[in-house]
């Protein structure tokens, strides 16, 4: 009898198979009737992979939009615990808009595989896995937070996005848009501007919302044949689950950590969706409010009435608790960021601000004596040092036109002033500015909701400024 014997290590299924056929033709010709071939036609059990094991930590924190300073890197091995090289490893994000170097590799000389992973742009637990066929995958945490306090932008425009937005809302830094005619979420990356996904809605979305702080869903609404509020997750961009609302929803605001949901329906009355118990309330506030503003702390909402009233609300049970009145009109509100005071434009050159707290006083700032200037938009950068003024209208001695206008706003206890800083965003209808957590970056929605008539050749847009 004559006994084939393959080499044990370092052949490919392909080698060995060809091998073993050449011994069978071997063994055919010279080997008695009798004989028995005895051939390997698999590869041998110590170079099958049995085990992956993570090479150095599985857990990470690190800014969101960071690349980690250690690699995701893993090792594969044989039963006898021995490193095996050329196995296939695939590396995904299962959670969170990450980018890894290499998504698919094949181990080195000593079993191992890495690849270079950066943080998506959500705040929040981020997971990659690494898998091998057959084998349990090997689970990758990181802790996306955000970056310290930086201050506030600089007015440079770096992107804009064209499409009619019917709302936006920014986690950590990632922007959410809702588009009404093409019934989808965008996921916009401010400091990439790259888009990173889309959700497409049933029926059009008329406004979104999301927590700035927890790990709560985005919020929004749909006004089809059934008013419905949807929750969308931020991570996987799925929806996730939905509830009916008694009228079609016109705008939405949200707490901070996303607990407490508040709608503004057709019908004149406001829905208040507590997430936790899943439970839906409603209380009559008479009119329609054009403007939802969640003050800090999360206990108190204002709403900018169609009759030019503002109205105090408390968002734990919809109760007024106020009622102001210092102007006919109210296109857009802003209150600052330590909660004192109240800013109010009215589409006029001038930003009405109203003290919350007896500390405070009412103040005004005219952008413009002349008139020439309208502003439709507010905001004031997270560290309440600047009050931005998105303005429609031209200013001839500046040498700029429609522009995004800079006032100092240091405290509720000093005047607040404009010095004629400002920075060319031509955002002719400008209706809304937020900022992102750490006022790095900044959104001015260019949709002409506040305009009764935008120009024939306005293109709506959201601008992205860092």
């Not at 980690?68 to 044989?78: A, D, E, G, S």
């Not at 003050?295 to 609300?313: F, R, T």
């Not at 106020?322 to 109240?342: A, E, I």
């Not at 959104?443 to 506040?450: K, M, P, R, S, Y």
């Amino acid at each position: 009898m004559r006994k084939v014997i393959l080499p044990q290590f370092g052949l490919s299924a392909v080698r060995l198979s060809a091998l073993a056929a050449a011994a069978i033709a071997a063994c055919t010709s010279g080997c008695k009737d009798n004989a028995v071939a005895s051939v390997i036609t698999t590869p041998p059990i110590d170079a099958i992979p049995a085990e992956i094991q993570p090479v150095g930590q599985t857990t990470f924190q690190d800014y969101v939009g960071s690349e980690l300073v250690n690699p995701v890197k893993v090792v594969v091995r044989t039963r006898d615990r021995r490193p095996i090289q050329g196995v296939s490893v695939h590396f995904a994000v299962i959670v969170g808009d990450g980018v890894l170097s290499l998504a698919t590799l094949r181990t080195d000389t000593f079993g191992a595989a890495a690849s270079r992973w950066t943080l998506g742009p959500t705040p929040g637990e981020q997971v990659v896995t690494a898998t091998v066929s057959g084998l349990t995958p090997v689970r990758f945490t990181a802790m996306a937070v955000l970056p310290p306090f930086q201050g506030h932008p600089n007015g440079i425009v770096v992107d804009s996005i064209r499409g009619l937005s019917s709302g936006v809302a920014i986690i950590g830094r990632l922007a959410i848009l809702s588009h009404p005619l093409t019934r989808e979420l965008v996921f916009v990356d401010l400091g990439t501007k790259a888009t990173l996904g889309r959700t497409l809605m049933p029926d059009a979305p008329v406004d979104v919302v999301a927590p700035t702080t927890g790990n709560g869903p985005i919020v929004t609404a749909t006004s089809g044949r059934v008013p419905l509020l949807w929750f969308v997750d931020a991570a996987t961009r799925l929806r996730a689950d939905s509830v009916e609302l008694p009228a079609r929803p016109m705008r939405l605001a949200m707490t901070s950590t996303g607990s407490r949901v508040f709608v503004q329906m057709s019908n004149s009355r406001m829905a208040i969706f507590d997430v936790s118990s899943h439970s839906l309330a409603e209380v009559a506030i008479g009119d329609t409010a054009l403007v939802m503003r969640m003050a800090p702390g999360d206990s108190l909402l204002y709403l900018g009435m169609k009759s030019g009233d503002v109205l105090e609300v408390s968002a734990i049970n919809g109760v007024v608790r106020r009622k102001f009145k210092v102007t006919k009109t109210v296109v857009d509100m802003f209150v600052s960021p330590d909660g004192k005071t109240l800013l109010i434009a009215d589409g006029t050159t001038i930003v009405h601000i109203v003290a919350l707290v007896p500390e405070a006083r009412d103040e005004a700032i005219n952008f413009d004596e002349s008139e020439t200037l309208l502003i439709y938009a507010l905001g004031v950068t997270p560290d309440g040092m600047q009050l931005w003024a998105a303005a429609t209208g031209d200013l001839p001695y500046m040498g700029i036109g429609n522009s995004v206008f800079v006032a100092r706003f240091q405290t509720a206890h000093s005047m607040t002033s404009w010095n004629g800083a400002g920075f060319g965003v031509p955002a002719a209808n400008a209706n809304r500015i937020l900022f992102d957590a750490n006022g790095r970056y900044a959104i001015v929605q260019d949709d002409g909701a506040n305009r009764v008539q935008p120009s024939p050749d306005f293109v709506p847009r959201v601008f992205i400024l860092r």
